[in-house]
């Protein structure tokens, strides 16, 4: 099995100072209203600090998530099968790390299974851990792949994943509906294009 690719943000993310209130939080919701022009105190936006803090609660999880945990648990009883296991059009949303506006998309991860699997669900659950953090999409696909690789021991993994960033749509450049896609192959999948041609082939229905 071939070693793992080094990402740091798998399963070894530190906060590196002390961790603000939810006051603190709510306090800098409402400076960046007030840096914005707003008036944080009329009455649409009285509320708007808690609700936005709420929100990130949701947004950013990952941060409280284990893939490791999430993956604990596997199925040995696979009536000899180790053909590839994809689960595709796995939808999710995350943040980009460099402006913290939305991507959107959707991955297709694929697994050759040696003699263990693990339940359908997992693998989204899996997705969802590191999409819900600051993220670069490159990361997310690197990340997802190197956790499945590591924890689930299979002898393949390939990810591949479609999205639309919000910091190309909606500043810069402004292109709205530009699709960035990203694909990673660990263990049996790294250096079979075979393998990868029959992975896409899957996902396009081909």
Same mark, same amino acid.
């Given at each position: 099995m071939q070693s793992l690719q080094k990402s740091p943000s798998v399963e070894t993310h530190q906060i590196a100072n002390k961790r603000p209130s939810r006051e603190e939080a709510e306090a800098a919701v409402r400076t960046l209203l007030l840096w914005a022009g707003e008036n944080p105190d009329r009455e649409g936006l009285v509320n708007t600090p808690k609700r936005v803090v709420k929100a990130y609660e949701e947004m950013f999880s990952g941060y409280k998530q284990s893939a490791k945990e999430i993956l604990g648990t596997v199925f040995d009883e696979v009536s000899g099968y180790n053909d590839p296991v994809l689960i595709k059009d796995i939808p999710f949303y995350s943040h980009c790390e460099h402006h913290m506006v939305p991507i959107i998309g959707k991955a297709h991860v694929a697994y050759m299974p040696d003699g263990q699997?693990?339940?359908?669900? #997992?693998?989204?659950? /899996?997705?969802?851990?590191?999409? #819900?953090?600051? %993220?670069? %999409?490159?990361?997310?696909?690197?990340?997802?792949?190197?956790?499945? @690789?590591? @924890?689930?021991?299979?002898?393949? /993994?390939? /990810?591949?994943?479609?999205?639309?960033?919000?910091?190309?749509?909606?500043?810069g450049v402004k292109k709205q509906g530009s699709t960035t896609i990203t694909a990673t192959y660990r263990g049996a999948y790294k250096d079979n294009v075979e393998a990868q041609v029959n992975f896409v082939k899957m996902i396009r229905n081909l």
């Open positions: 699997v693990v339940g359908l669900s #997992k693998i989204p659950r /899996v997705v969802d851990v590191f999409a #819900k953090r600051l %993220q670069t %999409q490159e990361s997310i696909t690197a990340e997802v792949a190197d956790a499945l @690789y590591q @924890y689930l021991k299979p002898r393949g /993994v390939a /990810v591949l994943i479609e999205a639309e960033h919000m910091c190309m749509a909606m500043r």
